[in-house]
């Protein structure tokens, strides 16, 4: 069940809903309200396009009432001010030994929860290490393996470079990979989903700029994720991610202890028009 209601008295029958339904499902016959037939329900793709494009707020969907939702008219951020929080964002290295809120944490995620998923499915999974002695514990566990699969010769050819950060780690403990910070974030998915890796990282990447913009730093660790991914599958089952979902990414984050003060410049990207 869908539970698509039509608001009679608020709906102008503009069709804009019969419109933007991307899988065609609604209807509108003669003057009465749109409807979905019960056996089309199936197809809804439960993105709420409906909801969303009703300009009198009369459709609900999902249980979900448009009354509740944000307006868009005067809400939105203006494109200078997105584009210096993009250009402004920083891969962050120096943290604060402190952690967020509970509350806080969970909104950042829920944030990122909007991004777009292939097909809707929404079925990617959030792995929050939310206390930063938990990330110190496993931080240490990671690097102590670490360290004895360097001194076995397991490292490949194409991750010598990574073999430093775990020798400077071996003699002074000195973190270059998690970097020190309270929290990590892992996003996986079902690996039976048409897309689990885009949509995870495209989560993550929702989830940097609302972090950033909440002047929470954030880093994506590829050593971390090429450790568990490929090094210590172990590690997959510490942190209790399902056997059969795929890896996405692993991002830190926490309160900075750097603060920058202007965006960087980059020379212009390479763009091929086709003829
Ligand atoms: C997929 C991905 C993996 C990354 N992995 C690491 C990492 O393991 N350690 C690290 O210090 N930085 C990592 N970075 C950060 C990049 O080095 C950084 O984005 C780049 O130097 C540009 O700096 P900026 O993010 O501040 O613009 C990663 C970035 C991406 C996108």
Redesign the pocket.
């Known amino acids: 069940m869908i539970d698509f209601n039509v608001d009679s008295a608020r709906c102008t029958r503009c069709g804009q809903c019969v419109a933007d339904c991307p899988s065609r499902i609604i209807v509108m016959r003669d003057h009465a309200v749109p409807s979905i037939a019960p056996e089309k329900e199936r197809a809804c793709l439960r993105c709420e396009h409906c909801l969303a494009v009703c300009p009198e707020a009369a459709l609900s969907i999902l249980g979900f009432s448009p009354d509740v939702s944000t307006l868009l008219k005067g809400h939105l951020p203006e494109p200078d001010q997105l584009e210096t929080l993009i250009a402004g ?5 120096r943290y604060r030994s402190e952690n967020l809120s509970p509350e806080l944490i969970d909104r950042l995620i829920a944030v990122a929860f909007f991004a777009p998923t292939g097909v809707n499915t929404r079925k990617i999974r959030f792995t929050v290490l939310d206390d930063r002695e938990k990330t110190a514990r496993f931080r240490d566990e990671v690097m102590n393996r670490l360290v004895r699969l360097l001194e076995e010769g397991a490292f490949p050819e194409s991750k010598t470079y990574y073999a430093r950060f775990v020798k400077v780690w071996e003699k002074h403990k000195i973190d ?2 998690f ?1 020190d910070a309270p929290h990590l974030l892992v996003v996986t998915a079902p690996k039976s989903l048409s897309t689990p890796r885009e949509d995870c ?1 495209i989560a993550l990447t929702t989830f940097e700029l609302y972090a950033q913009a909440c002047g929470i730093g954030t ?8 450790a568990i991914e490929q090094m210590l599958p172990e590690m997959r089952q510490r942190l209790g991610i399902p056997d059969d979902h795929a890896f996405g ?1 692993a991002m830190l984050f926490g309160k900075p202890a750097v603060h920058y003060a202007r965006t ?1 410049q980059h020379h212009p990207p390479e763009i091929y028009r086709v003829p």
């Open positions: 964002r920083r891969s962050v290295r270059l990979v970097r990282v880093l994506w660790n590829g050593i971390a994720t090429w990414y960087v």
